[in-house]
Every structure is written in structure tokens, then in C-alpha cells.
């Protein structure tokens, strides 16, 4: 049986992959890490997502809402502006893909 090198620890290596599995993913981790900033860690493909499919195409829009975001003092301060001044103007459906990556990095800013 194949053993890993562990100083700590004697596992095979299908206890080494499992412990792995469980502790998740390297790209998990930084999926899930913490942000200083919302407008750095927006892809190019997440900023037109979000214009076109939240904000009508108002790329200002969008734009000032970052700007509101990233003074907000905690996630639930940021998600309460959202849901009060953005939900009901452009209609958003909570359950949706984009609403819901939208909200993902508003946690990893204020995790």
C-alpha cells in the first residue's frame, strides 16, 4: 500500500485525496475568500452579466451601486441597500443565477 509522507500524520493516499475533498477545492478557497474591494474582483464577463442582466443596461447604474457598496459597513448593511433601493426598481428575481453571484461577492467583500 502507497503511504504519503506526513510528519504529523501516516495516511494512504486515498485518505490524503479524501482529506483534501473535505477541505475543499483551491479554487473553492478563493471563491470564498475574503475581498477588500467589489469593483477589483469583478470579471469582465461577471460586469456585463450584471449591467445587462440587473441593471437594464445602465452601466452608471451599476456603476453608483459598487460606489454605494463598497462604504457599506457589513454584508447585511450592503444586501438591505440592494434589496431597498435596487430589487424594486429593476425587478430582480432573488432565486436567479446572476442575483445570487451578485450577492456572493457582496459576502466575500464583508465576510
Known amino acids: 500500500e502507497f503511504k504519503v509522507a506526513n510528519p504529523v500524520e501516516n495516511l494512504t493516499l486515498n485518505d490524503a485525496l ?6 475543499g477545492s483551491l479554487s473553492d ?8 474591494s467589489i469593483k477589483g ?8 452579466l450584471f449591467i ?15 460606489d454605494e457598496l463598497e ?3 457589513s454584508f447585511g448593511e450592503a444586501k438591505e ?6 430589487l ?3 425587478k430582480w428575481n432573488l432565486g436567479s443565477a446572476e442575483v445570487e ?11
Not at 474582483?41 to 456585463?48: D, E, G, M, P, V
Not at 445587462?52 to 459598487?66: K, M, R
Not at 441597500?81 to 435596487?86: D, H
Open 41 to 48: 474582483n469583478i470579471s469582465l464577463n461577471q460586469k456585463f
Open 101 to 111: 453571484e451578485f450577492f456572493d461577492l457582496l459576502k466575500r467583500r464583508y465576510n
Open 52 to 66: 445587462n442582466n440587473l441593471f437594464d443596461g445602465e452601466y452608471e447604474s451599476f456603476n453608483v451601486a459598487l
Open 88 to 90: 424594486p426598481k429593476y
Open 81 to 86: 441597500q440592494m434589496v431597498k433601493k435596487y
Open 29 to 36: 478557497f478563493h471563491q470564498k475568500r475574503k475581498i477588500e
Open 71 to 73: 462604504v457599506c459597513q
Open 18 to 23: 479524501q482529506k483534501n475533498n473535505e477541505a
